[in-house]
């Protein structure tokens, strides 16, 4: 398999670059008057337009070549058959068995996952209701009024996201509370507000040895035996998310009490999984079903849709035209809605602990850049921080810009206020403001020809800044769902298109074990190990100090 530059889909791309790059988008749009019919496509409850991308037709067309020749199709199935597509770790990928609402066989060595998958579910069903409805009691028999959810990263950022974004649609049976950090004052911050007899824990790790998650899960069972003075009542106030049993027990977890996951689930694609508990103790277990019910309908539009209106195939074309041939290394994720706020920080993960590599299926370096650095943040609070920089800075930064058609609340005009900056802000990054109409507003305000001339170069805007803009109908479960595998799809095809192993992160399986071996020099009679002046400093200046 030779390296994807190789491929004349490549080549043709790489020459086309060099021609978009003299481009305007604002010409293209004046010599096209179909260019959004033409660049957009639609499913139920999503409209994804990307005209506003610096693409024409032949690069369009020499973007799906790309995806033929890179065996999209053959990888596809693969994934969905379960085929150990995640080689370096010798791993089926498998969340869309999870959210497998046909519930059609999936197999995994011969054995269909289905059931597994479906009895899971059923737990969680039974153990939500149960909680939710008051019948599951604490060590005092009272009912639980809050859940602590203990975790990180994939164990953390997806439940989170999901509750934030589907606050409205809860009722107050139940108060989530998230603790990833290790840094104390989290779980201190939580802890102090919270009763322990009516508090449930539920501690989220596919490997139950993540050491910042192991360290809250002690620190919370510490201060819960303080005040309930026995060993029995853990039973009845914490449960456990993961694949480890082992350690779940030696922790102290009865084995009704853990929900398991499969190794066939990556981290930062848990959330339909047992992982996603929190999300359904919150919104309800009817309601986490609609989250599933929305990815699996992406699932099936992923699976089904041709190449030129399949979205996330799209949306990872245009990454990789953006990062690897027009040299755009970052990417902006910008929702227009509130709910949408944690979004950036999930997308960081999904995208760069997947892509952020550097060597090819072979182990190869690859020549190009893979994928963008990812941020962002809520898009009118960013129009208030970083904008100038997206308008005007020398970078150019592509963006996502994510709206909805409705808010989850209706508060007087509000919606149309968001979305006019929504709309305004892709429009003006597009076009920009040229030398003309800069003049012409000037003088309009009255100003001489000389206050003219010293403004003129700073009031300029180039534009041809590339956006996409995605509109939801309004986000609730099912739009949450579809949205998340949309970008998880967009994931898989970038690490096709780009010949990287997605499913892996040895880069923070590294940072995991650095900690530890520092952990043991910081106690007092800690012995130093060798370190670089600046490193063995700055500890030598915390113990000294602290
Ligand atoms: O769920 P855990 O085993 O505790 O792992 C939590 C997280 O650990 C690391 O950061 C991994 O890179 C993530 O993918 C994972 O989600």
């Not at 277990?285 to 399949?310: C, I």
């Amino acid at each position: 398999m030779g390296c994807r530059s190789e491929l004349s889909s490549w080549k043709a791309l790489e020459q086309s670059a060099t021609k978009l790059k003299q481009q305007h988008l604002k010409t293209l749009f004046a010599q096209d008057q179909a260019r959004f019919a033409k660049f957009s496509s639609q499913i139920p409850g999503v409209l994804y337009d990307y005209s506003k991308q610096l693409i024409d037709e032949e690069v369009f067309s020499q973007l799906i070549s790309l995806a033929e020749q890179t065996d999209i199709a053959t990888w596809r199935s693969k994934m969905f058959s379960g085929e150990k597509i995640n080689f370096t770790e010798q791993r089926a990928v498998l969340h869309v068995a999870l959210r497998n609402r046909s519930n059609s066989p999936v197999m995994v060595e011969g054995e269909d996952v289905m059931p597994l998958v479906n009895a899971e579910l059923a737990k969680m069903k039974a153990f939500t209701e149960k909680v939710r409805g008051g019948q599951w009691l604490g060590y005092t028999k009272k009912s639980v009024k809050d859940v602590v959810a203990i975790g990180v990263g994939g164990s953390n950022l997806g439940p989170q996201m999901v509750t934030e974004a589907l606050k409205n649609y809860a009722d107050d049976t139940l108060n989530v509370h998230y603790v990833s950090n290790v840094d104390g004052v989290q779980l201190a911050g939580v802890l102090n507000n919270l009763n322990p007899e009516t508090t449930m824990f539920v501690i989220s790790s596919k490997t139950f040895t993540t050491s910042e998650t192991m360290t809250n899960a002690r620190s919370a069972v510490k201060w819960f035996l303080r005040h309930a003075q026995s060993q029995e009542a853990i039973a009845k106030h914490f449960v456990a998310v993961s694949t480890n049993l082992e350690k779940t027990r030696e922790f102290g977890i009865a084995d009704e009490n853990v929900f398991t996951m499969w190794d066939w689930v990556g981290g930062r694609f848990s959330l339909w999984s047992a992982i996603g508990l929190p999300i359904a103790l919150y919104v309800g277990f009817e309601r986490f079903l609609e989250v599933l019910e929305g990815a699996f309908e992406v699932d099936e539009h992923f699976k089904h849709a041709s190449f030129d209106k399949n979205i996330p195939l799209i949306m990872a074309m245009l990454s990789v035209w953006n990062t690897s041939f027009l040299g755009y290394t970052a990417q902006a994720i910008l929702p227009y809605d509130q709910a949408l706020h944690m979004l950036p920080a999930y997308l960081q993960q999904g995208e760069m602990e997947s892509n952020g590599k550097h060597v090819t299926f072979a182990g190869e370096t690859v020549p190009y850049t893979t994928v963008p650095l990812i941020w962002g943040m809520t898009g009118i609070n960013g129009q208030h921080a970083f904008y100038q920089y997206l308008h005007q800075g020398n970078t150019i930064v592509p963006a996502d810009f994510i709206a909805s058609l409705k808010p989850q609340v209706e508060v007087g005009q509000h919606h149309d206020i968001l979305l006019s900056n929504f709309f305004a802000q892709t429009e003006a990054m597009m076009a920009g403001v040229d030398e003309q109409q800069v003049r012409a507003d000037l003088a309009a305000k009255g100003k001489s020809e000389q206050e003219i001339e010293q403004l003129l170069a700073h009031k300029i805007h180039q534009g041809n800044r590339p956006t996409t803009s995605i509109l939801l109908d309004v986000v609730d479960a099912k739009a949450i769902g579809r949205l998340i595998a949309l970008y998880e799809h967009k994931i898989f095809c970038q690490g096709i298109l780009l010949q990287i192993c997605s499913f892996d992160q040895w880069g923070v399986e590294l940072g995991k074990g650095l900690a530890s071996a520092i952990e043991a020099e910081l106690t007092k009679e800690g012995v130093s190990n060798p370190h670089d002046s600046s490193t063995a400093g700055l500890i030598a200046y915390y113990k000294n100090n602290r």
